[in-house]
Nanobody, 124 residues
Framework: QLQASGGGSVQAGGSLRLSCAASGFRFSIHVMGWFRQAPGKEREFVAAIKWSGSSTKYEVSVKGRFTISRDNAKNMVYLQMNSLKPEDTAVYFC???????????????????WGQGTQVTVSS
C-alpha cells in the first residue's frame, strides 16, 4: 500500500515536498517513482529512485527543480519540488517497482503498486 501526501496550492516559484508512505511490501528492494496526471492528459513520469538511493532518473522538464529521495528505515519516499510552474499542476502519484535499477522506471506499466495521488496546484 502506498499513501501520498503533501500536495497543496502554491504560487509559481514556490516549493512543496511530497511524501509517500509504503507498507505491506519490501520497500527497501523496490524502485520508487513519482508520476503525475494533469486534467485531460495522460499520466506521465516525473522521477524515480533505485532501492539503494544510488541512482535516480528525472523527466527533462523537472530536472534541476525536483529532487527525489528515500528513507528505507522509514519506508518513505519524497519529492522535493522547487521553482514550481503552473504546468506542474497535476495529481501526483507514487509507485513501486521491484526492478533492480531505474532504467525503465519511466514506463508506468512496470509498477506493481500505486498510491492514491495528491493534488498539486500552481498558480501564476
Amino acid at each position: 500500500q502506498l499513501q501520498a501526501s503533501g500536495g497543496g496550492s502554491v504560487q509559481a516559484g514556490g516549493s512543496l515536498r511530497l511524501s509517500c508512505a509504503a507498507s505491506g511490501f519490501r520497500f527497501s528492494i523496490h524502485v520508487m517513482g513519482w508520476f503525475r496526471q494533469a486534467p485531460g492528459k495522460e499520466r506521465e513520469f516525473v522521477a524515480a529512485i533505485k532501492w539503494s538511493g544510488s541512482s535516480t532518473k528525472y523527466e527533462v522538464s523537472v530536472k534541476g527543480r525536483f529532487t527525489i529521495s528515500r528513507d528505507n528505515a522509514k519506508n518513505m519516499v519524497y519529492l522535493q519540488m522547487n521553482s514550481l510552474k503552473p504546468e506542474d499542476t497535476a495529481v501526483y502519484f507514487c509507485g513501486a517497482d521491484d526492478s533492480d535499477n531505474v532504467l525503465y522506471s519511466d514506463y508506468e506499466g512496470i509498477y506493481e503498486y500505486w498510491g492514491q495521488g495528491t493534488q498539486v496546484t500552481v498558480s501564476s
